[in-house]
Every structure is written in C-alpha cells, then in structure tokens.
C-alpha cells in the first residue's frame, strides 16, 4: 500500500505559478511511476506529467515547456512546478503512484483566474 497526500493547490491570477508537491508513504516510494493527473470540470481524468523510477519524463502536449515534474526518492516525494499559468489549467490535480497497481491521493484544487 503506498498514501499519498497532495499540496500546494490554490488560486493563482494567468502567468503565475504554482508548486505541487506529493508526499508518498507506506513503500518503496523509488520503485513507482509517479504522475500527475488532472480533471477539470466536466472532462474526464488526464495525464499531467509522469516521472518513471529511472527519472525518465514525459508531459501532455498542453503542458509541455510550461510544467516540470521532479521527484526527490530521499524524502519521498514527487513535485509539479507549474509555471505560465493558463485558465485552462484549472482542475483538481491528483498525484499518483504506479508499479504494478495503482495509488491515487485525494487530489488538490488549482483555480487560476484573474
């Protein structure tokens, strides 16, 4: 079992930015896949960014050179620098963790709105 815990959501005006980070406990936190995911009012669940255990990268085509994802195995945690805010950003942001199942936290609000 691995929980994780989302934090750093919150409003932000257009062009700002905002720092995610999500703390994972109950495991091997460096063999897991971690990812952000988002869904926005009325859509379905998408991927943000994903960072494997070897630190490989990939991003939605909506994020990329907008958003970074890091992850520090020393403190368990996996972090989504989001910069260049856009409206069209705002969603509930969960974090998740994947090896050979999946875990979800309980999500954090990003609203970004002038």
């Known amino acids: 079992q691995v929980q994780l815990v989302e934090s750093g959501g919150g409003l932000v005006q257009p062009g700002g930015s905002l720092r995610l980070s999500c703390a994972a406990s109950g495991s091997i936190f460096s063999l897991y896949t971690m990812g952000w995911y988002r869904r926005a009012p009325g859509k379905q669940r998408e991927l943000v960014a994903a960072i494997s255990s070897g630190g490989s990268t990939n991003y939605a085509d909506s994020v990329k050179d907008r958003f970074t994802i890091s992850r520090d195995n020393a403190k368990n945690t996996v972090y989504l620098q989001m910069n260049n805010l856009k409206p069209e950003d705002t969603a509930v942001y969960y974090c998740?963790?994947?090896?050979?199942?999946?875990?979800w936290g309980q999500g954090t609000q990003v609203t970004v709105s002038s």
């Open positions: 998740n963790a994947k090896r050979f199942t999946n875990f």
